[in-house]
Nanobody, 123 residues
Framework: QLQLVESGGGLVQPGGSLRLSCVVS????????IGWFRQAPGKEREGVSC???????HYADSMRGRFTISRDSAKNTVYLQINALKPEDTAVYYC?????????????????WGQGTRVTVSS
């Protein structure tokens, strides 16, 4: 059964860090790309970062510098490290499986989504 399960969210103070995890099953990370997206209250879902089958990474322009995507194929897991968290990073973060091996940040080209993990940045 194809599944993506996110974890690692929580309440964190501004300036803190989190590492989100996305454990996938039913497919392998060398067959499909994975993307991270987020949706803040009252806003549309936006792309954060993605990693293709060959390890190629992309970041949304506004996410460069504080966000780092990585993967551990042996663990079927993709990570999103977020540093220097800001209140505007508050959102539900989702990982998703791309249609193909190579992916970008358009959510249209993702076929399966996890349930999301909530990140709240507040003092």
């Amino acid at each position: 059964q194809l599944q993506l399960v996110e974890s690692g969210g929580g309440l964190v103070q501004p300036g803190g860090s989190l590492r989100l995890s996305c454990v996938v099953s039913g497919f392998t990370l060398d067959s499909y790309g994975i993307g991270w997206f987020r949706q803040a209250p009252g806003k549309e879902r936006e792309g954060v970062s993605c990693i293709s089958w060959d390890g190629t990474k992309h970041y949304a322009d506004s996410m460069r510098g504080r966000f780092t995507i990585s993967r551990d194929s042996a663990k079927n897991t993709v990570y999103l490290q977020i540093n220097a968290l800001k209140p505007e990073d508050t959102a539900v973060y989702y990982c998703a499986k791309g249609q193909r091996k190579t992916v970008g940040l358009n959510p249209r080209y993702y076929t399966h989504w996890g349930q999301g993990t909530r990140v709240t940045v507040s003092s």
